[in-house]
Protein backbone atom coordinates (compact mmCIF):
# COMPACT_ATOMS: atom_id res chain seq x y z
CA UNK A 1 0.00 0.00 0.00
CA UNK A 2 1.66 3.75 -0.70
CA UNK A 3 1.91 6.45 1.67
CA UNK A 4 -0.57 8.29 0.17
CA UNK A 5 -3.28 7.59 -2.24
CA UNK A 6 -4.86 10.59 -4.11
CA UNK A 7 -7.96 9.10 -5.53
CA UNK A 8 -10.52 11.48 -7.79
CA UNK A 9 -10.51 14.51 -5.21
CA UNK A 10 -12.29 17.24 -6.22
CA UNK A 11 -12.91 20.27 -4.03
CA UNK A 12 -15.35 23.00 -4.65
CA UNK A 13 -15.76 25.75 -2.33
CA UNK A 14 -19.15 27.67 -1.71
CA UNK A 15 -22.34 28.06 -4.02
CA UNK A 16 -19.10 27.73 -7.20
CA UNK A 17 -19.73 24.75 -9.37
CA UNK A 18 -16.66 24.92 -10.91
CA UNK A 19 -14.24 22.76 -9.05
CA UNK A 20 -10.95 24.17 -8.32
CA UNK A 21 -9.46 20.52 -8.26
CA UNK A 22 -11.05 18.00 -10.77
CA UNK A 23 -10.83 14.51 -10.32
CA UNK A 24 -6.93 14.15 -9.18
CA UNK A 25 -5.36 11.24 -8.36
CA UNK A 26 -1.69 10.09 -7.74
CA UNK A 27 0.13 8.19 -4.89
CA UNK A 28 3.22 8.46 -2.91
CA UNK A 29 6.22 5.84 -1.62
CA UNK A 30 8.43 6.41 1.06
CA UNK A 31 11.15 8.40 0.05
CA UNK A 32 9.98 9.55 -3.22
CA UNK A 33 9.95 13.38 -3.87
CA UNK A 34 7.00 14.47 -6.39
CA UNK A 35 6.79 17.38 -7.77
CA UNK A 36 4.12 19.42 -7.88
CA UNK A 37 4.56 22.24 -10.93
CA UNK A 38 1.44 24.66 -12.48
CA UNK A 39 1.23 28.18 -12.87
CA UNK A 40 -1.21 30.71 -10.00
CA UNK A 41 -4.04 29.19 -9.83
CA UNK A 42 -4.14 25.96 -11.13
CA UNK A 43 -4.97 24.39 -7.80
CA UNK A 44 -1.49 23.65 -6.15
CA UNK A 45 -1.86 25.15 -2.37
CA UNK A 46 -6.00 23.81 -2.45
CA UNK A 47 -4.36 20.30 -2.72
CA UNK A 48 -1.77 20.76 -0.27
CA UNK A 49 -4.52 22.15 2.38
CA UNK A 50 -6.89 19.36 1.55
CA UNK A 51 -4.42 16.58 2.12
CA UNK A 52 -3.33 18.17 5.46
CA UNK A 53 -6.49 18.83 6.60
CA UNK A 54 -6.78 22.59 6.40
CA UNK A 55 -9.49 23.82 3.90
CA UNK A 56 -11.99 26.21 5.16
CA UNK A 57 -15.50 25.19 6.30
CA UNK A 58 -17.17 26.14 3.00
CA UNK A 59 -15.10 23.66 0.82
CA UNK A 60 -16.89 20.81 -1.24
CA UNK A 61 -14.71 17.54 -1.12
CA UNK A 62 -15.07 14.40 -2.70
CA UNK A 63 -12.82 11.87 -3.47
CA UNK A 64 -10.70 10.17 -1.20
CA UNK A 65 -7.16 10.78 0.71
CA UNK A 66 -5.67 7.55 2.42
CA UNK A 67 -2.58 8.49 4.16
CA UNK A 68 -0.81 5.12 5.46
CA UNK A 69 -4.19 3.44 6.69
CA UNK A 70 -6.06 6.98 7.70
CA UNK A 71 -8.69 8.05 5.28
CA UNK A 72 -8.18 11.93 5.71
CA UNK A 73 -11.69 13.17 4.06
CA UNK A 74 -13.69 11.62 6.69
CA UNK A 75 -11.32 11.77 9.84
CA UNK A 76 -12.31 13.53 12.81
CA UNK A 77 -10.16 16.90 13.93
CA UNK A 78 -8.56 14.93 16.90
CA UNK A 79 -7.66 12.25 14.94
CA UNK A 80 -6.39 14.39 12.54
CA UNK A 81 -4.40 16.60 14.90
CA UNK A 82 -2.28 13.37 15.97
CA UNK A 83 -1.15 13.14 12.87
CA UNK A 84 0.11 16.63 12.13
CA UNK A 85 2.57 17.82 12.89
CA UNK A 86 4.43 14.39 13.59
CA UNK A 87 3.52 11.97 10.65
CA UNK A 88 2.57 14.58 8.38
CA UNK A 89 4.02 17.86 8.05
CA UNK A 90 4.12 21.16 5.98
CA UNK A 91 6.68 23.72 5.08
CA UNK A 92 4.48 27.07 4.56
CA UNK A 93 5.46 29.47 1.75
CA UNK A 94 5.36 32.62 4.11
CA UNK A 95 7.48 31.96 7.10
CA UNK A 96 6.43 35.29 8.76
CA UNK A 97 3.04 33.99 8.99
CA UNK A 98 4.22 30.50 10.21
CA UNK A 99 5.71 31.49 12.98
CA UNK A 100 4.26 33.25 16.21
CA UNK A 101 5.63 36.46 16.57
CA UNK A 102 5.14 36.81 20.54
CA UNK A 103 7.45 33.80 21.50
CA UNK A 104 10.87 32.45 20.59
CA UNK A 105 11.17 30.10 17.89
CA UNK A 106 12.94 27.88 20.00
CA UNK A 107 10.05 27.28 21.87
CA UNK A 108 7.58 26.91 19.66
CA UNK A 109 9.58 24.11 18.19
CA UNK A 110 9.73 22.48 21.61
CA UNK A 111 5.46 22.60 21.13
CA UNK A 112 5.46 21.08 18.13
CA UNK A 113 7.20 18.04 20.09
CA UNK A 114 5.70 18.29 23.37
CA UNK A 115 2.69 17.52 21.48
CA UNK A 116 3.53 14.40 20.07
CA UNK A 117 6.52 12.72 22.45
CA UNK A 118 6.85 12.25 25.98
CA UNK A 119 10.13 14.07 26.45
CA UNK A 120 11.97 15.33 29.34
CA UNK A 121 12.40 19.67 28.98
CA UNK A 122 16.61 19.08 28.69
CA UNK A 123 15.94 16.22 25.64
CA UNK A 124 13.59 18.58 23.88
CA UNK A 125 15.89 21.57 23.96
CA UNK A 126 18.43 19.23 22.52
CA UNK A 127 16.63 17.35 20.15
CA UNK A 128 15.53 21.64 18.66
CA UNK A 129 19.16 22.59 18.80
CA UNK A 130 19.81 19.73 16.77
CA UNK A 131 17.69 20.13 14.03
CA UNK A 132 18.40 23.42 14.04
CA UNK A 133 22.38 23.01 13.25
CA UNK A 134 21.44 20.23 10.73
CA UNK A 135 19.50 22.74 8.91
CA UNK A 136 22.97 25.05 8.94
CA UNK A 137 21.48 27.49 11.39
CA UNK A 138 25.16 28.94 12.84
CA UNK A 139 24.54 29.37 16.90
CA UNK A 140 21.35 27.19 17.08
CA UNK A 141 21.02 28.24 20.67
CA UNK A 142 21.08 31.72 20.20
CA UNK A 143 18.62 31.03 16.94
CA UNK A 144 16.42 28.88 19.51
CA UNK A 145 15.72 31.97 21.84
CA UNK A 146 15.60 34.75 19.18
CA UNK A 147 12.19 35.58 17.95
CA UNK A 148 11.36 35.84 14.31
CA UNK A 149 11.58 39.33 13.87
CA UNK A 150 15.04 38.61 15.08
CA UNK A 151 15.76 36.23 12.33
CA UNK A 152 16.95 37.12 8.49
CA UNK A 153 14.33 35.48 5.86
CA UNK A 154 16.47 32.82 5.26
CA UNK A 155 17.13 31.83 9.01
CA UNK A 156 13.13 31.90 9.23
CA UNK A 157 12.54 29.69 6.25
CA UNK A 158 15.43 27.26 7.95
CA UNK A 159 13.46 27.49 11.34
CA UNK A 160 10.34 26.76 9.44
CA UNK A 161 11.86 23.78 7.65
CA UNK A 162 13.74 22.20 10.83
CA UNK A 163 10.23 22.25 12.65
CA UNK A 164 8.44 20.35 9.87
CA UNK A 165 11.11 17.54 10.57
CA UNK A 166 11.43 17.61 14.15
CA UNK A 167 9.01 14.47 14.40
CA UNK A 168 10.73 12.38 11.92
CA UNK A 169 7.71 12.57 9.47
CA UNK A 170 6.98 10.25 7.00
CA UNK A 171 5.56 12.86 4.59
CA UNK A 172 6.31 16.49 4.12
CA UNK A 173 4.69 18.90 1.86
CA UNK A 174 6.48 21.98 0.78
CA UNK A 175 4.38 24.35 -0.92
CA UNK A 176 6.57 26.94 -2.60
CA UNK A 177 9.15 27.26 0.56
CA UNK A 178 12.40 28.90 -0.85
CA UNK A 179 10.03 31.92 -3.07
CA UNK A 180 10.99 35.00 -1.02
CA UNK A 181 14.88 33.83 -0.67
CA UNK A 182 17.65 34.91 -2.61
CA UNK A 183 19.15 32.60 -5.26
CA UNK A 184 22.04 31.23 -3.34
CA UNK A 185 20.14 31.26 0.28
CA UNK A 186 17.62 29.22 -1.83
CA UNK A 187 20.26 26.49 -3.50
CA UNK A 188 21.87 25.85 0.41
CA UNK A 189 18.21 25.64 2.29
CA UNK A 190 17.08 23.02 -0.37
CA UNK A 191 19.72 21.06 -0.39
CA UNK A 192 19.40 20.59 3.41
CA UNK A 193 15.98 19.78 3.09
CA UNK A 194 16.95 17.09 0.86
CA UNK A 195 19.65 15.73 3.03
CA UNK A 196 16.86 15.67 5.67
CA UNK A 197 14.74 14.04 3.80
CA UNK A 198 17.15 11.18 3.19
CA UNK A 199 18.04 10.96 6.69
CA UNK A 200 14.64 9.76 7.60
CA UNK A 201 13.25 8.57 3.91
CA UNK A 202 10.65 10.75 4.08
CA UNK A 203 8.41 11.33 1.04
CA UNK A 204 8.22 15.24 -0.24
CA UNK A 205 5.34 16.66 -1.82
CA UNK A 206 7.03 20.07 -3.66
CA UNK A 207 4.99 22.16 -5.06
CA UNK A 208 6.23 25.13 -6.99
CA UNK A 209 6.07 26.83 -10.21
CA UNK A 210 9.78 27.22 -10.63
CA UNK A 211 10.66 23.65 -12.65
CA UNK A 212 14.28 24.37 -12.33
CA UNK A 213 14.16 23.88 -8.35
CA UNK A 214 12.02 20.92 -9.15
CA UNK A 215 14.36 19.16 -11.29
CA UNK A 216 16.96 19.68 -8.60
CA UNK A 217 15.16 18.00 -5.79
CA UNK A 218 12.15 15.97 -7.01
CA UNK A 219 12.40 12.38 -8.31
CA UNK A 220 9.08 12.70 -10.16
CA UNK A 221 6.63 15.05 -11.41
CA UNK A 222 3.02 16.25 -11.72
CA UNK A 223 1.47 18.92 -13.72
CA UNK A 224 -1.68 20.44 -12.96
CA UNK A 225 -3.64 22.22 -15.32
CA UNK A 226 -6.88 24.15 -14.29
CA UNK A 227 -7.64 21.45 -11.34
CA UNK A 228 -6.15 18.26 -13.25
CA UNK A 229 -3.12 16.57 -13.51
CA UNK A 230 -2.49 16.78 -16.95
CA UNK A 231 0.98 14.91 -17.08
CA UNK A 232 3.13 12.84 -14.63
CA UNK A 233 6.32 11.01 -14.76
CA UNK A 234 10.13 11.01 -13.72
CA UNK A 235 11.14 14.59 -13.70
CA UNK A 236 14.19 14.28 -16.23
CA UNK A 237 12.25 12.62 -18.64
CA UNK A 238 8.78 15.22 -18.17
CA UNK A 239 11.43 18.44 -17.99
CA UNK A 240 13.63 17.49 -21.03
CA UNK A 241 10.39 15.79 -23.40
CA UNK A 242 6.90 17.22 -21.89
CA UNK A 243 4.26 15.55 -24.11
CA UNK A 244 1.48 17.90 -22.97
CA UNK A 245 1.09 21.49 -24.43
CA UNK A 246 0.49 23.05 -21.20
CA UNK A 247 3.84 21.09 -19.61
CA UNK A 248 5.52 22.85 -23.06
CA UNK A 249 4.14 26.10 -22.29
CA UNK A 250 5.47 26.27 -18.43
CA UNK A 251 8.93 25.09 -19.61
CA UNK A 252 9.51 27.83 -22.83
CA UNK A 253 7.86 30.90 -20.44
CA UNK A 254 10.51 29.53 -17.80
CA UNK A 255 13.49 30.10 -20.12
CA UNK A 256 13.42 33.50 -21.59
CA UNK A 257 17.33 33.97 -22.11
CA UNK A 258 16.51 31.14 -24.88
CA UNK A 259 14.02 33.89 -26.55
CA UNK A 260 16.13 36.25 -29.27
CA UNK A 261 16.59 39.84 -28.65
CA UNK A 262 13.31 41.69 -29.95
CA UNK A 263 11.17 38.98 -30.16
CA UNK A 264 7.80 38.48 -28.26
CA UNK A 265 8.25 36.58 -25.09
CA UNK A 266 6.08 33.34 -25.09
CA UNK A 267 3.23 32.68 -23.16
CA UNK A 268 1.87 29.35 -21.98
CA UNK A 269 -1.64 30.04 -24.09
CA UNK A 270 0.76 29.87 -27.56
CA UNK A 271 0.87 26.21 -26.72
CA UNK A 272 -3.01 25.47 -25.89
CA UNK A 273 -5.23 24.45 -28.26
CA UNK A 274 -7.54 27.46 -29.20
CA UNK A 275 -10.63 26.22 -27.16
CA UNK A 276 -8.64 25.82 -23.63
CA UNK A 277 -7.72 29.44 -24.02
CA UNK A 278 -11.18 31.22 -24.30
CA UNK A 279 -10.47 32.08 -28.26
CA UNK A 280 -12.99 31.01 -30.69
Same mark, same amino acid.
Given at each position: ???????????? /??????? %???? %???????????????????????????????? =??????????? /? @??? @????? =?????????????????? @?????????????????????????????????? %???? /???????????????? =????????????????????????????? =?????????????????????????????????????????????????????????????????????????????????????????????? /??????????
Amino acid at each position: MSLLAVTDLRVE /FGRRRTA %VLDG %VSFTLEPGQRLGLVGASGSGKTVLASAIMGLL =PDNARVAGTIV /F @EDH @ELTTL =PERAFAALRGRDLTMVFQ @EPMTALDPTMRVGRQAAELIGLHRDTSTGATRAR %VEQI /FARMGLDQASRVADAY =PHELSGGQRQRVIIAMALLNSPALVICDE =PTTALDATVQARVLDLLNEELAAVNAACLFISHDLGLVSGICTDVAVLYRGQIVETGQAGAVLRAPRHPYTQGLLATADIDAVPAGERLPVIED /FLPADECGVT
